[in-house]
């Protein structure tokens, strides 16, 4: 059997991606201009967002403030664009971490099956009775604010996610002919498992993945949002919301809206983005 | 001959987006105490013709032609009406009755259903009903029964009970919409038999609705044969056995595995049914006939012919322009 | 009898499940970087006779597990230590602020209940129509926004601009409570109710393409009572599926809402005891969300065979 036969080629992918319409196309578009400010941030924004002017706080729209100031007297403009990097970093770690060890988990575990593959479920479900938020909390009372410990304990609170899905294929897969045809040609389980199973998995894994980014992202904003995440004047969008609160009870909600869209129009493009690949990928 | 309980006349049906109706004229008539066959292979419109009759088309569906229970237009009667129809004088059993008796309901739940809830009657006279019921059908304890779910009866069981729900309503008129196709096969004999007398001790009329022949000719007093949303050949049991007229029905008959005897002169009709998407300008078997003749059978859809005078438009019949010309096989098939 | 074992068995499973997070939730302090001790009282400057006093109370002095079990012993007990913040017992700090999120909670779950299961059955029953595209689009927007995100918006539109509601604070007497509870309550909820309606549409529309339903109508049964009695009655199993996940994820979600509308509750609690560094109430905070995720679990698991008889014997098993 030919690899070719087995893998999901590249280009296969990129000609998927154009066929599921429109909301779908307008997503990723909105996540690769995301990702593209993440990156240009420094270069793009037209201020400092960690310098406040103290003389023109709390400001409307203005040539100087694209979209105003806080009450801190910062640029919003600039603190949305240089707070895309914090924002979209946080999720990355939580989504690698987790998308590694939830697959390496379920492999072993949906490869091996019988008593082992019962332990590690029961395992993964006593992980699911910690929300990711609660343990993310839990990791900053003890190792302090930031977002290190968080992102670690985010991942793990993910993991048994991957790792169910993951498991499940695996198990489903395992009994495909072309897995058999590898192992009598001599091929050793775990490279079978890796290089032979995981490519016809991979793509319903990266729309979890992908659903899990979303969510990761929403989560950390909370954590910045109550204060436990990043903290100023690191810009990041649920640190600024946190800081316009005062600015929302004055009546001046701007500095707050704009971190508000850019989260939900953030975490919106990737479950949609996440959902039309998943259904994609049960096809 | 008794008036008819179920009089479809001309019934076209038409869903949107298809290139063909799924029924295209029908007309077929039930009398009361008569069992009549109707048979095809799926997706010929049988299932539809038998729905229509509950007044059960597909939403969106656009539709001609009568159909007449009691001599009452189903197609016409208003909601309330349809309901009393269903729940009284015509009622189905379906085909698989683990898919159509509710998982979570109890039995007595299912059976007592239309009598509390259409006719009002109280729970402790609907459960008599029921297991009046359940002991008509042959269940075991029909009062234990009653509080049993679905998943903890056998599929025979079951389907006994799918068919006392049907008698419920003391309807004149049964609708078996594959009644023994779900089961396995030591058990569909026993629900044939049972439908059978039920059939006689009730005097109901009865369409059997199945894709086997064999069984049409054998459990049925006239037989109607459908192909791809029309009706190719009526006859009675005996006229459909001995000298089958359509080449479908010859097809058929020669493809089905006889009851009795060696199963060798086995042929099967070639080719496969054509679907919704795929319109047919002449007659809709012309592709797969082998008496086809082109630039007639292609092009000119075949009218449904009596071939004996038969004033009660239920005589022998058959919708094949080239009738006069094919010789029935019937003894090379049954000597 | 086998019914009893089944159940026996699963409580049995929620004792180890329950065992095992409280082991998880007590082992956690001994990550924290340096000495537990010195770590449980950063930021105060006690006496070498409180240290050591704390020293006893905790055991240091013994072996690990026994020290778990003490521990075990003493939350089995309703102890779970005190709080060095607030000079009071762990379980009375969280005993007073229980109520206000309870209701918060409540409040919610209901609008959860009649919004989400409200908007899933209209979406499922007018299908491909407009109003059930509103539905869908409620659904995925809905499940994007962050209860923060909603507190702000509602807190600035419906609160500062219009002023119809509270802003601030958790109000006093039953009616004025009520009036601070519903924006935090409608922030909470959004989230969740995008889940609710998504699944109970799902599953209706599952139910509505099913044989029985056709049986049902074709038996001359009316359509609403086919709608409650065959759809509605037997799409209840998902929905009561997820709302293990929903009482924890609403217990969690109180941390934000009532930081975002200044309210006093276990939620607002977690935050000010992480914020000041009192880790015996975070500790006790945290195995109260989880245990209750785990007893709603148990809960559904007990109650699904009088959903779904199908699952009676598998009562007993794994989740």
């Known amino acids: ?283 | 001959m008794n008036a008819s309980l179920l009089e479809v006349d001309g019934l076209t049906v038409e869903l949107p987006g298809t290139a063909r109706p799924v029924l295209d004229a029908v007309t077929l008539r039930v009398a009361a105490g008569e069992v009549v066959g109707l048979v095809g292979e799926s997706g010929s419109g049988k299932s539809v013709t038998a729905r229509a009759a509950l007044g059960l088309l597909p939403p969106g569906a656009r539709r001609a032609g009568r159909v007449l229970v009691g001599g009452e237009d189903v197609l016409g009667a208003g909601q309330g009406r349809l309901r009393a129809l269903r729940a009284a004088e015509v009622s189905m059993v379906f085909q698989d009755p683990r898919a159509g008796i509710n998982p979570v309901r109890r039995i007595g739940d299912f059976l007592t259903e239309p009598l509390r809830l259409t006719r009002r009657w109280n729970r402790r006279r609907a459960e008599e009903r029921a297991v009046e019921l359940l002991a008509a059908v042959g269940l075991p304890e029909p009062e234990r029964q009653l509080r049993r779910y679905p998943h903890q009866l056998s599929g025979g069981m079951l389907q006994r009970v799918m068919i006392a729900g049907a008698l419920a309503g003391e309807p004149r008129l049964l609708l078996c919409d594959e009644p023994t196709t779900a089961l396995d096969v030591s058990t569909q004999a026993e629900i044939l038999a049972l439908l059978g007398r039920l059939q006689r001790e009730r005097g109901l009329g009865l369409l059997l609705i199945t894709h086997d022949v064999e069984l049409a000719a054998a459990t049925c007093d006239r037989v109607y044969v459908m192909y791809a949303g029309r009706i190719v050949e009526r006859a009675t049991a005996a006229e459909l056995f001995g000298r089958p007229r359509h080449p479908y029905t010859i097809g058929l008959l020669g493809s089905t595995p006889p009851l009795t005897g060696p199963p060798a002169r086995l042929r099967p009709v070639p080719g496969t049914p054509i679907g919704l998407d795929e319109a047919a300008p002449g007659c809709a078997f012309a592709v797969r006939c082998a008496f086809a003749q082109a630039g007639r059978c292609d092009q000119e859809v075949p009218a449904l012919l009596p071939l004996v005078d038969g004033a009660d438009g239920a005589g022998h019949a058959a919708a094949c322009v080239r009738l006069a010309e094919i010789p029935s096989p019937a003894e090379e098939v049954r000597p | 009898m086998s019914l009893a074992l089944a159940v026996l068995r699963r409580l049995a499973g929620t004792a180890v499940t329950l065992l095992v997070t409280s082991f998880l939730v007590y082992s956690s302090l001994y990550l924290a970087p340096g000495d537990p001790v010195s770590f449980l009282v950063r930021g105060r400057s006690p006496s070498p006779a409180e240290l050591a006093s704390i020293r006893r109370q905790f055991g240091f002095d013994q072996p690990f597990l026994l020290r778990y079990w003490h521990w075990l012993d003493a939350v089995l007990h309703g102890d779970f230590g005190r709080s060095y913040l607030f000079h009071q017992s762990v379980g009375a700090v969280i005993w007073s602020r229980l109520p206000s999120s309870l209701l918060l909670v409540a409040v919610a779950t209901v609008l959860i209940a009649v919004v989400g299961i409200g908007a899933g059955a209209l979406g499922a029953l007018r299908r491909g129509t407009r109003t059930d595209g509103a539905v869908l689009l409620l659904v995925t927007v809905g499940a994007a926004v962050p209860s923060f995100a909603a507190a702000i918006v509602l807190r600035s539109v419906l609160g500062v601009k219009l002023g119809w509601f509270p802003t601030i604070g958790n109000g006093s007497g039953l009616l004025d409570r009520l009036r601070h509870v519903v924006l935090p309550a409608i922030a909470l909820s959004v989230t969740f109710m995008a889940l609710v309606t998504r699944v109970t549409r799902s599953a209706m529309l599952d139910q509505l393409g099913r044989e029985h339903v056709e049986v049902a109508l074709s038996r001359g049964t009316p359509r609403f009572a086919v709608l409650r009695r065959h759809v509605f009655r037997n799409a209840l199993g998902p929905i009561v599926t997820v709302s293990g996940l929903l009482v924890s994820g609403m217990l969690v979600s109180t941390a934000i809402v009532e930081t975002a509308f200044g309210m006093s509750g276990i939620g607002s609690l977690l935050v000010q005891c992480v914020d000041e560094l009192d880790f015996q109430v975070v500790q006790a905070l945290v195995l109260l969300v989880v245990a209750a995720f785990v007893v709603v679990n148990t809960l559904v698991d007990l109650v699904y065979p009088l959903i779904d008889p199908r699952v009676a014997r598998r009562a007993g098993g794994v989740r």
């Open chain 1, 1 to 283: 059997m030919s690899t070719a036969t087995v893998r999901v080629g590249v280009g296969r992918m990129v000609r998927r991606l154009g066929g599921h319409g429109w909301l779908f196309r307008v997503c990723l578009g909105v996540l690769v201009v995301f990702v593209a400010v993440a990156l240009l941030a420094p270069w793009l924004a037209p201020q400092d967002p960690t310098v406040g002017d103290f003389a023109d706080t709390m400001a409307g729209p203005s040539a100087q403030h694209w979209l105003g100031t806080d009450q801190g007297g910062h640029d919003t403009f600039s603190a949305l664009l240089e707070g895309a990097r914090t924002s979209l970093l946080g999720p990355l770690g939580v989504v690698a971490f987790s998308s590694v060890g939830g697959i390496a988990v379920g492999l072993f575990s949906g490869w091996r099956g019988g008593r082992v593959d019962a332990v590690i479920s029961r395992v993964l479900d006593v992980l699911f009775a910690f929300p990711s938020l609660l343990l993310a909390i839990l990791a900053v009372a003890l190792f302090g604010k930031g977002l290190g410990a968080p992102v670690l304990a985010m991942a793990v609170a993910y993991l048994p996610y991957t790792a169910r899905l993951v498991r499940g294929l695996t198990a489903q897969e395992k009994t495909r002919p072309y897995i058999a045809a590898y192992l009598v040609q001599g091929h050793a389980p775990a490279y079978v498992a890796v290089r032979g199973l995981l490519p016809n998995i991979a793509a319903t894994v990266l729309a979890q993945s992908t659903v899990n980014f979303g969510y990761a992202l929403l989560d950390l904003a909370a954590l910045s949002f109550l204060g436990l995440g990043v903290q100023p004047p690191t810009p990041d969008w649920g640190a600024m919301i946190n800081r316009a609160q005062s600015a929302v009870l004055a009546g001046q909600p701007l500095s707050a809206v704009v971190p508000v869209m850019a989260v939900v129009v953030a975490v919106l493009a990737f479950n949609v983005v996440g959902e039309r690949l998943g259904e994609r990928g049960t096809r």
